[in-house]
């Protein structure tokens, strides 16, 4: 650990003993800390962590997500969990540096390891683990190489005390959890980022969680359906809410703008598969060509847009 780090953490635990004090001061340091204590209350009782936009590393620990935490005046939801134990202990510090109430919920917004990994780091709680009623079974399916492949890039320190959590309530459309003169709208979606995406409002602050719906700076991942997901886009555009919470990106966007890029991303990867598919060209030509206009435009280009490339071109060969 680098000198920085411990003034950094020395900062943090300084600042929170300060608004522990004062109860009505209720912003956490977003800026001491580098771990993932480090929130932003973004509306009344709505803290957010941001991600590095990064891949997983023993440096990072697995904080790569956005994740949150919203506090009635009975109970804390917890949406999405990081990458490992280890960062959403930290972030359970967070939590209890702003609240003592119980944390009876933890909600995931789809099933990739840097939103789900940390689930375990809220067992004690005791909490109902909420996720769309596909999670349990793209889970289960994954679950042998989502643990390989974050042994292998986390390092067995960051790796420590990871395992799979199963959903213990699933919701199939719409369901509302009620957290003490705040209620929470879940909302299973068809798929799009993947086939288990679960969106999140606040009705109190009129905060919308979209999960990985909504990428900023950091490039779409595809792991569902391109079509579905650009047909969720427009759908997602028409919603009212006060500010959207990206699942990569900054604590906080404004709708529809917020979209637009991930929208134009999408779109052109579709139509330049779409236009090789029909000039007989294959996937490899796909590629090595397709979507390549956008690459200045993200970060993490390199690591995920031939994924992104192959998805979109096995789902539209067939169309
Ligand atoms: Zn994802």
Redesign the pocket.
Known sequence: MSEDRRISRYEFLRAALALSAAPLLRFMPARAADDASSVMEIAPGVFVHQGRYEMQSPENRGDM?NAAFVVGSEAVAVIDTLGSVVVARELRDAIRAATDKPIRYVINT?M?P??TLGNAAFKEDKPDFVGHYKLPRALATRADRYLESTKRMLGEAAFAGIEIVMPTRTVQEGVIIELGRRDLLLEAQPTA??DNDLIVTDGATKTLFL??LLFSVHVP?L?GSITGWLGLIDTLKTREAARVVP?HGPHAMRLPAALDPEQRYLSTIAMDVKRLIAEGKTLEDATETAGFSERNSWKLFDDYHVRNVSAAFSELEWQ
Do not use: I, L, V
């Open positions: 997500a789809h990739h840097d939103h980022h993947t999960g990985d991942t792991d699942g």
